[in-house]
């Protein structure tokens, strides 16, 4: 299950960063980039909530809980993700690519973690061996 559900993060990530970029990208010719970090940040956590609920975590029931917790936790990653992207700015100006691989990988490994065992996770956890699956 945990391989699959890596998978489905996996692309729906993809889809989700696609969005992101696209729109950062857009929005550094009109917005500094912070604020264009953010938006675009925004608009592919929409894109994780629909597909991530649905399809990697199926998670069909309490949906005001998962947006609640979903929230909760993108407002956090949101805010780290704004921060590596400028704390690599500041090491590296103008290098926008790497800034943006560098915040994306990490709000992505954070949001996997959040998402499978806090917004979605089904049930109670019994053992330890009940982690994985």
Same mark, same amino acid.
């Given at each position: 299950? %945990? =391989?699959?559900? %890596?998978?489905?993060?996996? *692309? $729906? &990530?993809?889809?989700?960063?696609?969005?992101?970029?696209?729109i950062?990208?857009? #929005?550094?010719h009109?917005?500094s !980039?912070?604020?264009? =970090? &953010? *938006?675009?940040? %925004?608009? &592919? !956590?929409?894109?994780?909530? *629909?597909?991530?609920?649905?399809?990697?975590?199926?998670?069909?029931?309490? $949906?005001?809980?998962? @947006?609640?917790?979903f929230?909760?936790?993108y407002? $956090?990653?949101l805010?780290? +993700?704004? /921060?590596?992207?400028?704390?690599? %700015? *500041?090491?590296?100006?103008?290098?926008?690519? @790497?800034?943006? #691989?560098? !915040?994306?990988?990490?709000?992505?490994? /954070? +949001?996997?973690?959040?998402?499978?065992?806090?917004?979605?996770?089904? &049930? =109670?956890?019994? +053992?330890?061996?009940?982690? #994985?699956?």
């Amino acid at each position: 299950m %945990l =391989k699959k559900q %890596l998978i489905r993060f996996f *692309i $729906t &990530g993809c889809s989700a960063v696609l969005s992101d970029s696209l729109i950062y990208y857009f #929005l550094l010719h009109v917005l500094s !980039a912070s604020p264009s =970090k &953010g *938006i675009s940040f %925004l608009c &592919g !956590a929409g894109v994780s909530f *629909i597909f991530n609920k649905l399809w990697t975590f199926e998670a069909a029931n309490n $949906t005001k809980s998962h @947006v609640m917790k979903f929230s909760v936790l993108y407002i $956090t990653t949101l805010l780290i +993700n704004i /921060l590596m992207n400028k704390m690599v %700015l *500041i090491l590296f100006p103008s290098m926008y690519i @790497v800034a943006f #691989l560098m !915040a994306t990988g990490t709000s992505m490994l /954070l +949001n996997f973690i959040g998402q499978k065992w806090w917004v979605f996770r089904v &049930g =109670k956890v019994v +053992n330890n061996n009940s982690l #994985l699956q």
